[in-house]
């Protein structure tokens, strides 16, 4: 049907650690739009809001976390998902106006729902396990991608995903407690948290002390 959602976007591709997709949120949620280009955030910055065409597209569970996707023919007549061509752009979405005040949810660690998928969020109170501290984002000089695990004093983990390519990859986690900003995701049964840079951390604050499921 030719049906269109209006979204902001919440995160780009502008920092490396998200590659070729936008986090897009409205009112009733956030999902992930995949699609096939680079330096996107050149076209679509945060704050953007977007129409984007729904008619053709396609939703998809990648390891649980749910994405807008095109899809192509392929020679044995079955459907193959990709992100939607550079060539396609202008057909799909359309940026209706920008810069409009974006503010995260703050949510606490019992309430990482799947609902919360693509949706700019705010966690307090928490810090880098000790066993993290000390190491960077991610394997920068390889190339590799990381999950460093977040504490929530209260009790509680997320993991922060951080992409190899990131500008940020090779710079070490900060050692104190406070609060961070970023997308929720998932990836099969871990609840994860990508940033757009490092300003979205803001961990000044003493360590939490006596807690046992800190100390890991």
């Not at 049906?3 to 995160?11: G, N």
């Not at 280009?37 to 990648?62: E, F, N, W």
């Not at 749910?66 to 940026?95: E, M, N, R």
Request: with cysteine.
């Amino acid at each position: 049907n030719n049906m269109s959602i209006e979204v902001v976007v919440v995160a780009n591709d502008e920092s490396n650690n998200l590659y070729k997709s936008l986090a897009v949120q409205d009112s009733s949620g956030g999902i992930i739009l995949v699609l096939d280009g680079v330096s996107l955030y050149q076209s679509y910055p945060i704050g953007a809001v977007l129409r984007i065409q729904l008619k053709d597209l396609i939703l998809t569970d990648y390891r649980r976390m749910i994405q807008i996707v095109a899809a192509i023919d392929t020679t044995t007549g079955s459907l193959q998902t990709t992100g939607i061509p550079s060539s396609l752009f202008s057909q799909y979405i359309k940026v209706v106006k920008d810069q409009p005040v974006i503010s995260p949810i703050i949510v606490g660690a019992k309430n990482l729902h799947d609902s919360l998928q693509g949706r700019l969020i705010k966690i307090t109170n928490v810090e880098f396990a000790s066993a993290d501290t000390g190491l960077t984002y991610a394997d920068k000089k390889n190339k590799i991608g990381a999950s460093r695990a977040l504490k929530f004093c209260t009790g509680g983990t997320i993991y922060l995903r951080t992409n190899g390519y990131a500008d940020f990859a090779g710079i070490k986690l900060p050692g104190g407690n406070g609060e961070v900003v970023g997308v929720y995701s998932v990836y099969n049964t871990e609840k994860q948290l990508f940033i757009r840079d490092t300003s979205d951390i803001l961990l000044k604050n003493k360590r939490c002390t006596g807690a046992a499921w800190l100390k890991n």
